[in-house]
């Protein structure tokens, strides 16, 4: 059974950090991008960061470039999401999904061509 499931999300100050974790299973993941996306209340689902199957290419969006750091231990199977210097706007619920091979050209958008979505993680940036 393909499933892929974050974790590591909490509630967390300004300017503190959260590791998000994105666990497959059922399937190989060191040929899918994983692609880490958010929704806050009230408004769209948006592509924060993907990371390529094979060369591992990383891509962010520009609201987190220079905070917030993408990786894939295929032998773990695992993708993380290194958050740092968060803000009260990065409060969402974060998912991951997968596409084949590589990210695309539209993964900063609501991931339309990803499949296989987790149950999500709950982040909140609040003092």
């Known amino acids: 059974q393909v499933q892929l499931e974050e974790s590591g999300g909490g509630l967390v100050q300004p300017g503190g950090s959260l590791r998000l974790s994105c666990a497959a299973s059922?399937?190989?993941?060191?040929?899918?991008?994983i692609g880490w996306f958010r929704q806050a209340p009230g408004k769209k689902r948006e592509g924060v960061s993907c990371?390529?199957?094979?060369?591992?290419?990383?891509y962010y969006r520009n609201s987190v470039k220079g905070r917030f750091t993408i990786s894939r231990d295929n032998a773990k199977k695992t993708v993380y999401l290194q958050m740092n210097s968060l803000k009260p706007e990065d409060t969402a619920v974060y998912y991951c999904?997968?596409?084949?091979?590589?990210?695309?050209?539209?993964?900063?958008?609501?991931?339309?061509?990803?499949?296989?979505w987790g149950q999500g993680t709950q982040v909140t940036v609040s003092s």
């Open positions: 999904a997968r596409r084949w091979s590589l990210c695309g050209s539209t993964w900063y958008t609501n991931g339309a061509d990803f499949g296989s």
């Open positions: 059922g399937f190989p993941l060191d040929y899918y991008a």
């Open positions: 990371i390529s199957s094979s060369q591992g290419s990383t």
